[in-house]
């Protein structure tokens, strides 16, 4: 535990602007992330006395073991700089408001040539139309079948619509008139891309619109005395006016708003948001998220919006935005959001009228959302704790192991030889801490030195980080860091790093040490880990194995495995942990294997991309026919000049080819056919699967 007076800036170096300051551990990693209107007055409240901090602000300033800051021009930019840090870091001290699910949205692909009508989730991508979220995808299926008569937009994946286009006919929906049929040219692209739109501004709100002109035509049609068209477009409105009474009216004039209330107790908050279109709620979500600082409504209100439109552009962004409590200052958070619009936003609590009653629902909402969190949470927590108690006892270890670390080797007969890390902080897996190696110490088949291999490797770049020495640098492990994952970038805003230094904050690749290390295996893999630990010097980290066959628990040294019994919390996790390891290195050593059975003499040629590749093998049919073909031939493919051409000859000829494929079954020599043909351009091999398959490990 750091004393804050040990870090504490002198008097004066703290400047009275606005700006973005960045508290640190002890490793470098950045723990919390704020903005002040005046750094030197928003600084100075943390280095008071600590029996005067609320108790989760008092354990932030004695976590951290130091302090920085950023000046900006304005406010605004401090709210964008601190939105992106905090997006960038993931500061443990932050508000993080946590979706208690994986919303469903209504997609538009408005950005390919047929745009598509589908459920998607996760990250809103650039060029697609999103209506809701939506609580359920049935609800989403339920608004789209109804639709699908008078929007008749395309639904089907990319493969349905390619094989439709190959063999001219169109799949069911477009036999019973719920699909234009785009894909057997009923509808040329423009006229489908104009369905597509009106299906866009009926679910935006526009409805009065397209059931005023069906009306229309509908009356048009029985003057006409043509009934069954009459018929037809009296089912329309029926459909549309259905489809329209899923969403319930709210508000009577219309608006395009959102709501945003919050139900909090002293350690939890949960906040929950109606999407309101037309006067319809259009889209409901809620978040949790645990207080880590002492933080009013109105803060918790802001770091809400942030989360809510920080990636949101145009419409997106509703003209009307009401919430329980304003943040202080209101006028920068305004002023952003009016940016990410395009156009004013109103930011106000609501006073009285349906605006105010709507406000009330969506609190009920959020209060439930709380009750219902806590419920579950309590159990999940008991549960966990329960869990790393028992292992900490049954291992005889001094504290509960926050964070395990497990490690499985993978390989396919001897090849491909792989290892995986997986971390689990606190009972729950971290993905983001997850590593994976190749195992290029020795070649052939040897879990128990590829283990020793492994341990060594991490562990030594523990050290490394420890001695602050920066990334541990080594020749043998070059390729390490591209398949290691958590590179990414940041942004460049007003100062903010863009590179992967010591400095940035952001977890070092191998910085934290477990308290716990399992491997997948027994007595030998588990001495191998520990002679591994002891040759670095490392006396503080324990060691178990799990072994599969009657999941018992290894210990370094120890002639009997530790026994758990089958209903122990602990003996759950451990299995979980181990899977886990087991599952990750499995799918690396696949892509592996994969990759190696794709690899093509193509590769080799400096400068040729898949794109030429492609079209060498679309012309010659097979890499057998490009290999006997003379290099003016070679020149005939569009896009490969003559001296490429002539590196490609030499990279062939200096190939070995491909020993011919044989049936084991038979004995029988496989010819090589066009269309038989791997994505690299190999021939795939058609013998008995059972003979070509491999144990993994």
Not at 296 to 322: F, R
């Amino acid at each position: 535990m750091a004393d804050p007076s040990s870090y504490r800036p002198k008097p004066g170096e703290i400047p009275d602007s606005p700006g973005v300051y960045r508290f640190r551990d002890e490793h470098r990693r950045v723990i919390y992330v704020g903005k002040a209107k005046s750094l030197r007055q928003r600084l100075a409240n943390y280095f008071q006395d600590l029996a005067g901090l609320h108790p989760r602000t008092r354990s932030m300033v004695t976590t951290a073991a130091s302090v920085e800051w950023t000046v900006v021009s304005t406010e605004v930019e401090a709210l964008q700089l601190e939105y992106s840090w905090i997006k960038e870091y993931d500061p443990r001290f932050n508000v993080k408001y946590r979706d208690d699910k994986s919303y469903p949205y209504l997609a538009v692909t408005m950005n390919e040539e047929y745009p598509r009508v589908q459920v998607m989730r996760g990250h809103k991508k650039k060029g697609v139309r999103y209506f809701g979220p939506y609580a359920h995808a049935w609800a989403i299926r339920d608004t789209v079948d109804l639709l699908l008569r008078v929007f008749p937009v395309r639904t089907c994946s990319a493969g349905v619509f390619k094989n439709a286009a190959r063999t001219g006919r169109p799949c069911l929906l477009g036999y019973i008139g719920k699909c234009s049929a785009p894909c057997v040219d009923r509808v040329s692209a423009e006229e489908h891309r104009e369905l597509a739109d009106e299906f866009c501004d009926f679910m935006t709100g526009r409805t009065a619109t397209y059931i005023r002109r069906l009306e229309k035509q509908m009356a048009e049609a029985a003057e006409e005395m043509e009934y069954e068209r009459a018929a037809r477009l009296r089912d329309d409105i029926e459909a549309l006016k259905k489809a329209m009474e899923k969403n319930a009216v709210v508000l009577a004039d219309a608006t395009d708003a959102d709501l945003i209330a919050v139900a909090e107790d002293e350690l939890e908050a949960a906040v929950q948001i109606f999407h309101v279109r037309g006067g319809r709620v259009r889209g409901q979500r809620g978040w949790v998220t645990d207080k880590v600082e002492e933080i009013t409504t109105g803060a918790l209100v802001e770091h809400a919006l942030q989360q809510l439109y920080g990636e949101e552009t145009g419409d997106a962004v509703p003209k009307e935005v009401l919430v329980p409590a304003l943040p202080d200052p209101v006028e920068p958070v305004q002023e952003w959001l009016a940016g990410r619009r395009g156009s004013g936003v109103s930011l106000r609590v609501p006073q009285r009228g349906d605006k105010k009653a709507l406000m009330e629902t969506v609190q009920r909402n959020a209060q439930q959302a709380l009750v219902l969190h806590k419920t579950k949470r309590a159990s999940d927590l008991t549960t966990r704790s329960r869990a790393l108690e028992e292992i900490s006892d049954a291992l005889d270890l001094d504290s509960a192991p926050l964070r395990i670390e497990c490690y499985d080797i993978s390989h396919l007969q001897g090849d491909d030889v792989v290892a995986s890390m997986v971390v689990f902080e606190d009972g729950l897996a971290r993905k983001s801490e997850y590593r994976r190696f190749q195992i290029k110490g020795f070649a052939g088949q040897d879990d128990v030195r590829s283990m020793h291999e492994v341990i060594t490797r991490r562990f030594r770049r523990y050290l490394a980080e420890k001695e602050k020495t920066g990334e541990w640098t080594d020749g043998e492990d070059g390729q390490d860091a591209q398949e290691r994952e958590g590179t990414l970038a940041g942004p460049d805003l007003a100062g903010a790093p863009n590179t992967l230094t010591e400095d940035d904050g952001r977890p070092k690749k191998f910085a934290y040490p477990p308290q716990l290390v399992v491997v997948d295996g027994g007595a030998p893999q588990v001495a191998a880990a520990q002679r591994a630990l002891d040759d670095l010097g490392i006396d503080d980290i324990a060691v178990c194995g799990l072994a599969k066959r009657l999941e018992e628990v290894w210990l370094p040294g120890d002639d009997d495995p530790v026994v758990l019994p089958r209903t122990s919390e602990g003996l759950y996790l451990l299995q979980r942990v181990r899977d886990e390891a087991h599952r990750f290195a499995i799918s690396y050593q696949r892509a592996k294997r994969s990759k190696r059975f794709r690899s093509s003499p193509l590769d080799d040629v400096p400068g040729l991309g898949d794109t030429r590749k492609q079209a060498l093998l679309k012309h010659f049919g097979s890499l057998k026919k490009l290999r006997s073909a003379t290099i003016d031939q070679i020149c005939e493919v569009p896009g490969i000049g003559r001296k490429t051409a002539e590196t490609i000859a030499v990279a062939l000829a200096q190939a070995a080819p491909a020993a011919p494929a044989v049936n084991t079954a038979t004995g029988e020599i496989m010819e090589e056919e066009p269309g038989t043909m791997g994505s690299s351009g190999e021939p795939v091999r058609t013998g008995a699967p059972d003979e070509r398959r491999g144990q993994e490990t």
